[in-house]
Nanobody, 123 residues
Framework: VQLQASGGGLVQAGESLTLSCSAS????????MGWFCQAPGKDREFVAG????????YYADFAEGRFTISRDNDKNTVALQLSSLKPEDTGVYYC?????????????????WGEGTQVTVSS
């Protein structure tokens, strides 16, 4: 599966953005999907995950309450709504297909990485 993220941009603190991940090559209908972020000089970290049905969602502590992950299996897309953005949310955001979400709410193995989209939040 090929994954392409889009929707990034430059915003001010407190504003919102919606990122979209478009999949091609196969259906993501039965895949657990997630979003990750890599800030400048830091490791890539988990942001949010969603079960194949969309019935369960998982968030990193910093994303809880501000970000919302969703999916549309008919359109083969996954979205991440970012709100109340902070300068520390700046980074390249990647979508990914994940083997599973562990019981602690964190991703297991990443099967496929997509191309990222840059989000820059100014203060």
């Amino acid at each position: 599966v090929q994954l392409q993220a889009s929707g990034g941009g430059l915003v001010q603190a407190g504003e919102s953005l919606t990122l979209s991940c478009s999949a091609s090559g196969r259906s993501i209908r039965n895949l657990v999907m997630g979003w990750f972020c890599q800030a400048p000089g830091k490791d890539r970290e988990f942001v949010a995950g969603i079960s194949w049905s969309g019935g369960s969602t998982y968030y990193a502590d910093f994303a809880e309450g501000r970000f919302t992950i969703s999916r549309d299996n008919d359109k083969n897309t996954v979205a991440l709504q970012l709100s109340s953005l902070k300068p520390e949310d700046t980074g390249v955001y990647y979508c990914a297909a994940i083997s599973r979400i562990r019981e602690n709410g964190r991703p297991d193995e990443v099967w496929h990485w997509g191309e990222g989209t840059q989000v820059t939040v100014s203060s």
